[in-house]
């Protein structure tokens, strides 16, 4: 009898942590080059929430910044909003423990949104535009000329059922963006990554995730029903979330009905000539 060899523990975490690392670093070099998110020179400020995606965002550009051909500087950056129960001395510690330069901003946006906002109704408008504010104008005030978000490729198809079921929009979420104000630009590095891929790249990896406990504990929320959905979906019918991200990567305005997009107004506007129908012969 031939023994069967049983792959250790150990060995087959580490495996798959490389396969998991290899792949998040070649998408998100992928997501960078095809929109020129970071160039020679670049002061990138990487915002970080203490969730799985702005960390695995952080540890990636870390690694690239380490092996691109080009110089730019990274500054992690956290804003505690002062949620109670907050563990204010987690992401300090942690990113000593990378050897990442950073900055904590404090401000009391949590009193703000829960005076502001009705009993039963969703914080998530009022926390993320406080958010934005306070990150955009750090970033203006202090030199730094690219903006990092965390959101992922399925974040993008969930913004883009969010705009058509609740705004009338076929809009989902920009790779690159450039800021109403035009004083930033902020980019989406993980753009080209599965969140699946992200969440256990984060756990093999031992990251500290820190929960949001304001607007992750309200029910009901529109992206949450969303999310449930594309889950069900990749459940259901695999490849499907990738597919339908595929189509937001590959638009043909002339098939749609948005006038400002296509010139539907000279459409046919030169005569057409048809030749007629051929005889038919009858035997």
Known sequence: MSSQLVEDPDQKQTRDKNKLHKRLRRETGKAIADFNMIEDGDRVMVCISGGKDSLTMLDILMNLQKRAPID??????????????????????????????????????????????????????????????????????????????????DDIVATLFLNLFHG??????????????????????????????????????????????????????????????LLTWDRQFPGRVETIFRAVTDVVPSHLADVSLFD???LGSERIILRSPPKIRRL
């Open 72 to 153: 730019f500087e990274l500054l992690a950056v956290n804003l505690d909003q002062k949620q109670p129960g907050f563990p204010e001395e987690v992401l300090p510690a942690y990113f000593e423990s990378i050897d990442v330069d950073y900055t904590i901003l404090e401000e009391d946006t949590y009193s703000l949104v829960t005076d502001m906002v009705p009993q039963g109704k969703t914080y998530c408008g009022w926390c993320s535009r406080f958010r934005r504010g306070i990150l955009y104008k750090f970033a203006k005030q202090h030199g730094y000329n690219k903006i990092a978000l965390g959101h992922h490729r």
């Open 168 to 229: 009338g929009k076929l809009k989902a979420m920009p790779p690159k963006l450039l800021s109403d104000d035009g004083a930033n630009v902020v980019i989406r590095p993980l753009a080209y990554c599965r969140e699946k891929d992200i969440e256990r790249y984060a756990k093999l990896m031992g990251m500290p995730i820190i929960p949001c406990d304001l607007c992750g504990s309200q029910d009901n929320l529109q992206r949450q029903v969303i999310k449930e959905m």
């Open 264 to 266: 539907f107004d000279k």
